[in-house]
């Protein structure tokens, strides 16, 4: 009885997390699912972090719902005279811009959540809001690199959602991190290939 009790309590959380699981393995094998599971789970999650008062993590998920109808079209139409997109490395000078633009985001996000909402987190959730707005682009551009940065995002992640109570968000982003290292090894062959 208690079991369907947590059930009825977690339901968004579960739909979340296991739209997640469906989301992270088709972008692992760049399956054109990626973004319509990316979406429906963006939509779950804005309700579960209104809820845990993870304010900026809420408004990412927003983010996500654009940056899945732009990654969908990107992975089709994005590459060279509107051919679909091959995975990349990112460039120094890429680099260089997604650092200051994650630095301006970061300080920009934590004013924010320290001004305006009662948020228990700020800095962190500033931060992985930040990293996570800089590698979801990076995804939605195919750039090998987006793997490493979801590595150190989603460990940061695990922490804060097991803070905040949230553990089957901490186990859907502990698969997350374990996945991340999958995905880059995935993506680095089919570079290899490609420049090969």
């Known amino acids: 009885m208690e079991g369907l009790k947590w059930l009825q309590e977690n339901a968004i959380e579960l739909c979340?997390?296991?739209t997640g699981f469906a989301y992270l393995i088709c972008s692992i094998r760049q399956h054109k699912l990626t973004w319509p599971f990316g979406l429906l789970n963006a939509l779950f999650y804005v309700a579960v972090f209104f809820t845990s008062r993870i304010y900026a993590?809420?408004?990412l998920q927003i983010y996500y719902v654009g940056i899945s109808l732009y990654g969908?079209?990107?992975?089709?139409?994005?590459?060279?005279?509107?051919?679909?997109?091959?995975?990349?490395?990112?460039?120094?000078t890429l680099w260089l811009k997604l650092v200051l633009v994650n630095g301006m985001l970061f300080l920009g996000i934590v004013w924010i959540l320290h001004r305006?909402?009662?948020?228990?987190?700020?800095?962190?959730?500033?931060?992985?809001?930040?990293m996570s707005i800089v590698a979801t682009w990076m995804l939605a551009r195919k750039k090998?690199?987006?793997?490493?940065?979801?590595?150190?995002?989603?460990a940061l992640l695990i922490a804060l959602f097991l803070f905040k109570?949230?553990?089957?968000?901490s186990l859907?982003?502990?698969?997350?991190?374990?996945?991340?290292?999958?995905?880059?090894?995935?993506w680095k062959k089919e570079l290899t290939l490609t420049v090969a």
């Open 57 to 59: 993590d809420m408004s």
């Open 16 to 18: 979340g997390t296991l």
């Open 172 to 186: 859907l982003y502990l698969v997350y991190t374990l996945m991340a290292f999958l995905g880059y090894r995935e």
């Open 116 to 130: 305006f909402t009662d948020s228990q987190v700020p800095f962190w959730d500033g931060l992985t809001t930040s």
């Open 72 to 92: 969908w079209w990107s992975w089709y139409h994005g590459g060279s005279s509107g051919s679909p997109l091959v995975v990349t490395q990112t460039s120094k």
């Open 144 to 154: 090998l690199e987006h793997w490493l940065v979801w590595i150190i995002t989603d």
């Open 165 to 169: 109570g949230l553990y089957l968000t």
